[in-house]
């Protein structure tokens, strides 16, 4: 087989794959679908990837000839059709045969195929694995987090990483592909939002890493380990993170129990949300309206769709805008990373449910703020429990920099939402009047509507899967100063409530000057604000 000649778009200093729903291909036939010859072979490798990773691509068109070639990708739900994937191009050799490395999606079920004209290769199914990372302080068995150690104050202990762990409910993270030499740093929490790095490791060939000779005084620490991006070859995986570890460090070792016959007891089922195998319906079927389709806002000033495993700080996907990046903030035991294809708030570590639920968790938007324009994302929730006190569920838009913050002021609030609540409250917050509605939605662990806002500057209008449901026509709701989207899973530090997750699939912004300004909707009623937030 020819070395062929492969193009492929630049983006942050590496290979960028963004997807283009709006440009269909015809390819000349006059169908999206086009009547292509197909014929043609297209194999895949590895076979075992996480987002992100370098895949090889090799294949015959079945026609000899040399041909420009582009791929494709499907989504697999009903209504789809085939679509390119920007950024890249590449040529056959003179019998038709190809061979190319390109990033693998994140996302489940989808499809793709090379395209020429006419000719099409059969397509291929993705499956991307999910990346993620566990740690514990290491005991007599290091390689074991169900033996962990005791941290004693004065005497070094090991923190040890598992990059490869396969954990409950999460079938995507059996068998997880090694990154031996990876980098990783050990860090302490210092508040929600800064951590201090501590040291520096690597994978090893079994897909563990080790900090030796860490202490701490007595006391509670709380630690997290931070996977690096890979970014040799063609492969662009962002660097990922555990969850926020909380470790008791004590001021002398514990006294060991008495030895006593050990005894069977039945773990607990683990509780779920009845409503939960509605997902999975739910996302093999057709995605929802957007309110920037239905009014024209496109194109785009930045989109994140985190469809290649990006890291919370790369650049968006596509757009004018491509600055932005994503903080994220945990007081307690939550984590913001993304997850198959989407941005992802969990509250906890435990897919199961169970203690330890607590705590604020947000992702803010960084370096993309706008005054006026509009904003809009996917939402939907996960719960496994449904026991306690929910948390909660905001997509706001909030002041970009500290000085405009004003204590919650001037806040506007896209959805304020609860696991297992089907009561949807939004609003607008302009220094001492807030305005404010509520309506009746369906779950949202079984459904993922588009939740969007407009705002100009005599008027905010909010939508719900395309269609106003609220406005407030007055100059006074619009604060005029820089906003940003932030997503928050709000709790305390003593309250312990439902395990939530929350998945945005994508997050987008465009410029008040495309499409069409809507002024619709039940007004939203006014009244006095008294109360503040952190």
């Known amino acids: 087989m020819r070395t062929l000649r492969v193009a492929a778009a630049l983006c942050a200093g590496g290979i960028a794959l963004s997807l283009a729903p709006a440009a ?23 076979a075992t990837y996480v987002g992100g990773q370098a895949i090889a691509f090799t294949g015959n068109l079945g026609k000899p000839g040399v041909r420009k070639i582009s791929l494709q990708l499907h989504m697999n739900r009903p209504g789809d059709t085939w679509f390119p994937v920007r950024g890249f191009s590449g040529t056959t050799g003179a019998d038709g045969a190809f061979a190319f490395a390109f990033q693998a999606p994140a996302m489940f079920g989808i499809r793709y195929r090379v395209v020429s004209g006419d000719l099409a290769t059969a397509p291929v199914s993705f499956n991307a694995k999910a990346q993620d990372l566990t740690m514990w302080v290491a005991g007599e068995q290091p390689e074991s987090e169900y033996e962990p150690g005791q941290p004693v104050a004065g005497q070094p202990f090991t923190i040890a990483v598992d990059t490869t762990p396969s954990l409950f409910r999460r079938p995507e993270t ?28 690597s994978v090893g060939p079994d897909g563990m890493g080790y900090f030796p000779g860490v202490s701490a005084p007595t006391g509670t620490v709380v630690y997290r380990v931070v996977a690096d991006d890979v970014s040799t070859g063609a492969n662009r995986i962002g660097w990922m993170q555990t969850f926020p570890t909380y470790v ?44 920037a389709g239905k009014y024209g806002w496109y194109p785009t000033l930045w989109d994140y769709s985190w469809e290649a495993g990006q890291s919370l700080t ?49 992702a803010t938007l960084t370096n993309s703020a706008r005054a006026y324009g509009r904003w809009e994302a996917r939402l939907r929730l996960k719960s496994a429990e449904a026991d306690d006190a929910d948390f909660k569920v905001l997509v706001e838009l909030v002041p970009d920099r500290a000085q405009d913050y004003a204590c919650g002021r001037r806040n506007i609030t896209l959805a304020e939402v609860a696991a297992h609540s089907t009561t949807l409250t939004f609003g607008a917050r302009a220094d001492t009047a807030q305005w404010s509605a509520t309506r009746r939605i369906p779950s949202l662990i079984a459904t993922a509507p588009a939740v969007a806002v407009e705002v100009a500057k005599g008027h905010i209008t909010w939508f719900w899967d395309g269609k106003p449901i609220g406005t407030v026509v007055s100059k006074a709701a619009v604060s005029d100063v820089p906003m940003t989207l932030r997503f928050s899973l709000v709790g305390d530090q003593t309250t312990e409530r439902n395990q939530t997750g929350i998945i945005s699939d994508w997050q987008r912004g465009y410029a008040l000057s495309r499409g069409k300004q809507v002024i619709a909707g039940p007004r939203l009623a006014k009244g006095a604000l008294t109360s503040c937030e952190s």
Do not use: H, M
């Open 24 to 46: 269909a291909s015809t390819d000349g036939a006059g169908s999206p679908e086009r009547r292509a010859l197909r014929g043609g072979a297209l194999t895949t490798s590895p």
């Open 174 to 201: 059996i068998g997880l592909p090694v990154f031996a030499g990876r980098g990783l740093t050990l860090q302490k929490r210092i508040d929600g939002d800064t951590w201090e790095s501590l040291g520096r490791s």
């Open 248 to 291: 008791t460090v004590l001021d002398q070792p514990p006294v060991p129990p008495p030895t006593e016959p050990p005894t069977e007891t039945a773990s607990p089922a683990p509780r779920v949300t009845a409503a939960g195998s509605a997902v999975a319906r739910r996302e093999a079927g057709e995605a929802s309206g957007t309110a």
């Open 314 to 362: 790369a650049p968006p996907d596509v757009g004018s805008v491509r600055t932005g990046s994503w903080l994220d903030y945990a007081d307690g035991a939550g984590r913001v990373s993304r997850q198959n294809g989407g941005l992802y708030l969990d509250s906890q570590r435990n897919n199961g449910g169970g203690a330890g639920d607590f705590g604020t968790t947000r």
